[in-house]
């Protein structure tokens, strides 16, 4: 949708236009499509709203009882509050979708990766997976002086923050689920050997941190 602007407003033009956004266009512009269904506009039924807010809490008194760091999104919100039930950060479920997340700002949503899925575990596995990287990354943050005295006395690069990070985020991922997908393990590892001409990282699933080869 376009408009062309000319003049000054008219009185009661300005608020006119709003409305009509707020209206059928904005439920237009506001869209994600799965099976020809938009899931943003989509009301849950009073049951899928209790299946939400279970799912919520049961994700919230994971965090919570591992006492996961937790840092603070752009506009200065912390990153756990993305769990609740917030506007840029919608997370659904749908009798016959599933659970699924829809992320974004000013209308322009997606999906998130991983979803929909009827199946709880997996959409559990997915918002935690995110959850404990940002840990991760905050826990190093709060260690970083002592991290990198003991990392002088190891290793033979220099500093990288996003080890102890990894490291955080795969072992609470095995804390709760006992495992962790390879692809996870070789996503970092990917991540942790970008810089070097051949590699030098290995993960040592017996020790849980990266090692160098």
Not at 101 to 113: A, D, H, P, Q
Request: with cysteine.
């Amino acid at each position: 949708m376009s408009f062309q602007i000319i003049g000054e407003w008219e009185d009661g033009e300005y608020e006119r236009l709003e409305g009509r956004l707020r209206g059928d266009e904005m439920s237009e512009l506001y869209s994600v499509s799965y099976d020809g269904e938009n899931l943003y506009s989509y009301k849950m039924t009073a049951q899928e709203k209790l299946i939400v807010e279970a799912f919520r809490q049961e994700l919230m008194d994971i965090c919570n009882e591992l006492d996961i760091p937790s840092g603070r999104c752009v506009d200065g919100t912390p990153y756990r509050e993305r769990l609740k039930d917030n506007d840029d950060f919608l997370i659904k479920y749908k009798e016959d979708v599933g659970y699924f997340v829809l992320y974004g700002e000013r209308g322009i949503f997606s999906m998130g990766s991983g979803f929909p899925t009827r199946n709880k575990e997996e959409a559990k596995f997915i918002l935690l997976e995110g959850e404990f990287e940002n840990g991760g990354f905050q826990y190093e943050l709060q260690l970083r002086d002592k991290l990198q005295t003991e990392w002088t006395k190891r290793y033979s690069v220099e500093y990288d923050s996003r080890k102890a990070a990894f490291e955080y985020s795969l072992k609470m991922l095995n804390n709760v689920f006992k495992c962790f997908p390879e692809k996870i393990e070789t996503q970092y590892t990917n991540y942790m050997n970008r810089w070097f001409e051949a590699k030098h990282w290995y993960f040592d699933k017996s020790k849980m941190s990266f090692e160098e080869l």
